[in-house]
């Protein structure tokens, strides 16, 4: 059986104690609790007859199955109920720390679960949990108004029945007077509901537009269906392009330096600097990204990370104890040795002279001595921000998975073995430098940092182009690029009282599943029990991988048939984004997430 499936017939069993009410004269209200598919409680309203105010149905067999399982934490419990609980009963779940609550029809008058309140997602109570609205509503709302409707009937003209209407009423005053019976029937709908809340962590969606414009785009479609919809925007990245627009929209300030760019020119490269963390946030990618570079085989052997060495330099200088760097789409593959020289280490040759800049100068190199660099870094801290997992050398090493897009030859073998040998020469020496700063004292493991014997083998290590390697040979901290990123930006902070996360990129495969900014943020979302949308340029056949991971609803973007460039045209992708937003708050509001 579907969830739907199962929620209806756990339904069915509360409608059965809703018509039990019924019978003997209470509001036809029924629960039932749930636990590992079988129920171990069930009640009815009973206020009338016990007159006890705490006589609801929910309230009732909430202490029913606390007395039938020996405990009163019900964490794996799920609570059916055919009125959306009021302010005492939706307390109680908080108390009760129930699992998970799943109602029929809502209570504009007194609901608490997402009517007036929602005390299930309320970050300043000790517990939340999650709520499933509007499961056999029509049914639920149905035997209400009958009932309601039977009672004016009895009540005659002279207005006798709203005396037996607040006697019968189950939840704080659900009608307010006889003369609005006398009208119409009751409102059990989400007349009064409040302003849905959205919290957007959109990635960019590269080659087309950027995080802030993708967010800004879905934000004016949702409020086509939601005029009033407060929405929170946190610009999202995994440590790669627009990580720094990403973690400037909670502070610091954007540095630009002059910095040697991978080829050896002189560029503009920014930083952010946040005085009240003692941080900086860089991105190898402003001094040494794939934009500089030609792409052919003699720029990737020249590629340098020179640049990225001087933007340390500058952050050191600037106050920072603490550096981010994020490793993302890198014009690079000399291993860091450049960012290494910029420090102040010694990458020489047999001769004791500098080696020549980029993968070419790695054939040369004899020896490397880190302790200048350590010394120039002043004991700051260094956390790299990188998603990727592949180590330095090997089948699965910088070269043979990243070099091919940077202009070395992927489809020859043998040149590219020669250069992965270098790349082992190099490695081999940056183990023998961090022996050598250990044994100085210049050296020492970051606590909870992992060990590694090599930098050869170390998952991350050759990310851009290997500069992962140099970064953990100055003892860098390896971060998920992302997770970091949701930290610094106060994700879960902010993701706690929001009924809906929509999150984003250019393309969702089953590769997203592995750590891209996406994923990450879904993983986050749903500790917190939040419905979490994909809006995507396109996507796999299979994502079973992305919906294991937390993703609810992929929503491919594309409003007509359009080519690849015509999709990529930000103006196109814009409106394709707008119409994304619209959909999204549809199909929240139809229940399909």
């Known amino acids: 059986m579907t969830i739907t499936e199962i929620d209806e017939k756990f339904m069915r069993e509360a409608l059965v104690e809703a018509r039990a009410a019924a019978v003997v004269g209470e509001v036809p209200i029924g629960a039932v609790v749930v636990r590992a598919g079988e129920i171990v409680a069930r009640a009815h309203n009973r206020r009338e007859l016990d007159q006890d105010p705490s006589a609801h149905a929910e309230f009732a067999a909430l202490c029913a199955a606390a007395r039938s399982l020996g405990r009163w934490r019900l964490s794996d419990c799920t609570v059916y109920v055919t009125l959306e609980p009021c302010c005492m009963c939706a307390g109680l779940m908080v108390n009760a720390r129930v699992g998970r609550c799943v109602y029929g029809a809502a209570d504009a008058k007194a609901g608490a679960l997402g009517s007036l ?12 949990f999650n709520v499933t609205a509007g499961v056999l509503a029509d049914e639920c709302r149905e ?4 009932y309601f409707g039977g009672l004016r009937g009895a009540g005659g003209a002279d207005g006798g029945c709203g005396a037996d209407l607040e006697a019968h009423a189950a939840h704080a005053e659900a009608l307010a007077c006889a003369e609005d019976i006398a009208v119409e029937a009751v409102d059990f709908g989400p007349a009064c509901r409040r302003p849905r809340r959205v919290l957007l962590a959109i990635d960019s969606f590269k080659g087309s537009v950027s995080s802030a414009r993708a967010e800004a785009a879905v934000a004016e479609g949702m409020r086509r269906v939601w005029p009033d919809a407060e929405v929170r925007a ?9 990580t720094l627009d990403a973690i400037d929209a909670c502070g610091g300030e954007i540095v ?3 910095v040697a760019g991978p080829l050896g020119d002189r560029v503009s490269a920014q930083m952010l600097v946040d005085d009240e963390r003692d941080s900086a ?19 990737a052997l020249a590629a340098t990370t020179y640049g990225v060495g001087e933007l340390m330099l500058h952050a050191v200088r600037a106050g920072a104890k603490t550096i981010y760097i994020g490793l993302g789409g890198s014009a690079t593959n000399d291993g860091g040795a450049g960012m290494l020289q910029a420090l102040g280490a010694r990458v020489v040759d047999d ?12 054939e040369q190199v004899a020896s490397v001595d880190l302790a200048p660099a350590l010394q120039a870094l002043d004991g700051a801290r260094i956390v790299v921000l990188s998603d990727v997992e592949n180590p330095l050398v090997g089948r699965r090493g910088a070269l043979a998975v990243f070099g091919g897009q940077k202009g070395l030859p992927a489809d020859d073998a043998e040149v590219l073995r020669r250069y992965d040998g270098w790349m082992v020469g190099y490695g081999c020496l940056l183990d023998a ?7 100085q004292g210049l050296l020492r493991t970051p606590e909870g940092a992992r060990t590694f014997g090599s930098v050869l083998g170390v998952p991350g290590a050759g990310a851009a182009g290997g500069l992962g390697a140099a970064l953990l040979a100055l003892g860098a901290e390896l971060r998920s690029g992302v997770e970091t990123v949701l930290d610094l930006v106060g994700f879960d902070e902010r993701v706690r009282d929001v009924d809906l996360v929509i999150t984003g990129e250019g393309n969702m495969d089953e590769q997203s599943a592995a750590g891209k900014a996406p994923v990450g943020v879904a993983r986050r979302a749903k500790r917190c029990g ?22 609810d609803l992929v929503l491919p973007i594309c409003r007509k048939p359009m080519g690849l460039e015509q999709a990529l045209d930000p103006q196109e992708a814009t409106t394709n984004l707008i119409c994304a937003g619209e959909a999204a708050a549809r199909s929240y509001d139809l229940g399909r997430i």
């Open 281 to 299: 946030v860089i991105e190898m990618a402003e001094a040494a990204g794939i934009g500089y570079s030609s792409c052919t085989e003699s720029a």
């Open 530 to 551: 939040k419905p979490v949308v994909a809006v995507v340029g396109g996507r796999a056949d299979n994502l079973d991988a992305v919906y294991g991971q937390g993703i």
């Open 143 to 146: 035997l209400l108004i009958s």
């Open 433 to 439: 430098a961090i022996t050598g700063a250990r044994a």
């Open 351 to 362: 001769q004791g002279c500098d080696v020549a800049p980029g993968l070419a100068g790695l």
């Open 256 to 258: 630009t330096c002059e």
């Open 234 to 242: 946190l610009p999202l990245a995994d440590g790669g392009e627009g």
């Open 117 to 128: 309140y929602d005390l299930n997602a309320d970050s300043r109570l000790n517990h939340r």
